[in-house]
């Protein structure tokens, strides 16, 4: 059985910085595409980051690259979301997910597994 179990989470104020972690197990994910969304309160959930598990290459939501760096630990089979200057508009659910075949690392109807999500929430 798959799972992904985010953790990291919590209330940090406008400009400080969090690190997310996603622990991965249950299958193999050498050939897997992992990702980070988010969501915030009455807003669809959007795409933040993604690697490849071989880290041949990253992909970023435009608003935090620069910001935030994603990588992960083959070792511990952990992925990893390193926010730094927050603002108050990343606040939300954040989501880490997993997928093989990924023809849009945009879009989550690609990735078959998920997290069930650590909240953000930056204050002003």
């Known amino acids: 059985q798959v799972q992904l179990v985010e953790s990291g989470g919590g209330l940090v104020q406008s400009g400080g910085s969090l690190r997310l972690s996603c622990t991965a197990s249950?299958?193999?994910?050498?050939?897997?595409?992992l990702a980070w969304f988010r969501q915030a309160p009455g807003k669809e959930r959007e795409f933040v980051a993604a690697i490849s598990w071989s880290e041949e290459w990253t992909n970023y939501l435009n608003s935090v690259k620069g910001r935030f760096t994603i990588s992960r630990d083959a070792v511990k089979n952990t992925l990893y979301l390193q926010m730094n200057r927050l603002t108050p508009e990343d606040s939300g659910a954040y989501y880490c997910a997993a997928g093989e075949t990924v023809l849009d690392v945009f879009s989550r109807r690609y990735y078959p597994y998920w997290g069930q999500g650590t909240q953000v929430t930056v204050s002003s």
């Open positions: 249950g299958r193999t994910f050498s050939d897997d595409i």
